[in-house]
């Protein structure tokens, strides 16, 4: 408490010190929060959301999504042309782009990004694992200043979405890599003015446990229709609060423009709108998921009859069944919630499949699908038709709450059934250990990250993939674990989206009828957000914010 109001202290005193024409040019500033510092500035070696939430403004792409409609739209490049093949793809870039700093931005930039710093095996980048493509790499080719070749090893729809991939400047970095202290450049201790994007906003200013302070990229490209120079907000002040409930009160109180809140924050904000100005935007499921598995693992290190209950597709239906997501929504989500049944839900846009197999609560039929496989109740115990007691652990992260909470409805559901089920939260670094290393857990609680193409999901739904922790290598030889295989190395090989569509339709159905995993509820995404600002158009996918460049602070606004 005492760091935060410090910070809200120096930001005042940093604003009162300012000339009257800075004083000015400070009210046009939107104030947002974040929970940690940045890891870096660095948007190649980047993992963290602490990161990219501060490069996301600072950097661009050869494309982006748009927020709102979910298609590819030009960024750096203002078109492309794609061959007969499919493989052979030629960007056309912007002329009238600058970095930050002045220099002209070129096809150059380009190349150096992908040859130098993508393929660079000294650079520890997950950029390099997105663009690599049945094990080859892409080539690069400069045709002249403003033109590009792309040259793929096979047809690759997601191409297009994934040149949204952040190009950085020759000019600034190809001494450093030269000299392999690329990974360690752009820190947080970097100075400022040597961090350069194409973005709408550079760095200003850093203080640790404090704030980050961008200002208006006075080189940026974009013009509104009367020839304006974009963006219209001049700076974005990022203050590092962690504690979520302490952003809630800086919110309250005027010194944030806008948040994410949870179901449970609705309540007490929601009487707040009129009085203190702002406004809740409830904009529906999120991308990510929330899961239970099981061990299905060969190797496991569990006993096998165990291992033949995981592995038993009635049992895993009489799970579904149990399941009562109507009470996860409204006690962990406090009603902000939807139930999901799949790896994808009407978030996620055109590749959604509301036709999957839907599992609502049904104690009834859940016992239905136990007797099919030869579970048996005597005084109440349920018991496996070789005499085993159903008893089994789930694990899950004892730093997510909302986890927990979900494991104790499921347990409390499951056991109307007559089985007993041990709740066990763990360190998440041992959770992850026992998942991918050891094989030493029966049942899990956890979740996935989400997005708009199915391919993102590869790691986790192909057979191969390092995420496909409950049956890695598919060692069990299920053939709809292959089926999915194929779907997922055929659905990058057709450009037309509505054949992609009837593929991943596919993928989705499977899931939902063989259930690796068993889907609880979707958190709502919700936004609190002042009322000073014009051009909002709030998603899921874009969040508040995509559209920075267009928005605008309603005059005598102030931060």
Known sequence: MKKFLNSIFLLILFISSCSKKETKKLKNTLVLSTSSDPKSFNPIIAKETSTTIITGFIFEGLTRIDGV???????L???????????????????DIFWNDGKKFSADDVVFTFNDLIYNEKIPTSSRDIFTIEGKKIKVRKIDDYKVEFILPEKFAPFLQLLGQEILPKHKLENIVKEEKFTSSWGVNEKPENIVGTGPYKIKEYRPGEWVILEKNPYYWKKDKNGNSLPYIEKIVFLIIPDPNMAILKFRIGEIDALSIRGQDYYVLKPLENEKNFTIYNV??????????????VNAKIPEYKKNWFCDINFRKCIAYSIDRNAIIKNVYAGFGTPQFGPMNSSCGFFYNDKIIKYEYNLEKAKEYLKKSGFYWKDGVL???????????IITNNNNLERIQIGNIIQNDLEKLGMKVNLLPIDFNTLVNKLTISFDWEGVIIGLTGGI????????????????????GNKRNYLWEKNIDSLFEEGVKYLEPHKRKKIYDRWQLIVSDYLPLIYTANPNVIYAVRNKFENLKITVYGGIFHNIEEIKIKENEDI
């Open 69 to 75: 409609t979910l298609e590819v739209c030009p960024s």
């Open 77 to 95: 490049a203002e078109k492309w042309e794609v061959d007969s093949t499919g493989k052979r793809w030629v960007f056309y870039l912007r002329k």
């Open 284 to 297: 529906g499921p999120s991308l990510g998921s929330e899961f239970l598995s099981f061990n299905q693992n």
């Open 383 to 393: 018991y496996d038709k070789y005499g085993n007691r159903v008893e089994f652990t």
């Open 453 to 472: 193409e199915p391919h993102g999901g590869k790691n986790v739904w192909h057979s191969k993939g390092q995420l496909h922790f409950w049956n890695f």
